[in-house]
């Protein structure tokens, strides 16, 4: 059922672990099955210099959020906020039609991460 980079993700996801001194924190839930995740950022320069996650959840949701910090880590912050919900299953080499919505819990804590660090320099 799931293509094999997200068996590979799901079994040895990058960048797990936590931030202490992040400059912006993304906590999001998925109303539909419960599940959660955290998301860190460090920023330089205006760019993703450290991205890590800990997510609760299912297969499809630890491999995206895998992904979506290699698909982060390096970008500016308005490269990083044009990463789609299309770009996470593209990498993934596709996900299962009923864990499409598990993609957007990693695209929605990319985007509360981005918002938290915007608020916290205003
Ligand atoms: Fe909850 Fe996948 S079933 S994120």
Known sequence: ???????????????????EDADGVGTVGNRACGDVM?????????????IKFETMGC???IATSSIITDLAKGK???EAMKITKDNVVEELEGLPPVKVHCSLLAIDALHAA????????K
């Not at 955290?38 to 450290?50: A, P, S």
């Not at 981005?114 to 320099?121: C, H, M, V």
Request: proline share 2%; net charge positive.
């Open 76 to 78: 500016t912050i308005e």
């Open 1 to 19: 059922m799931y293509s094999e980079k997200v068996i590979e993700h799901f079994k040895k996801p990058h960048n797990v672990g936590k931030i």
């Open 114 to 121: 981005i918002k938290d660090f915007k608020d916290k320099k």
């Open 59 to 61: 297969a499809a949701a």
């Open 38 to 50: 955290k998301l860190y950022i460090k920023v330089k320069d205006n760019k993703i210099v450290d």
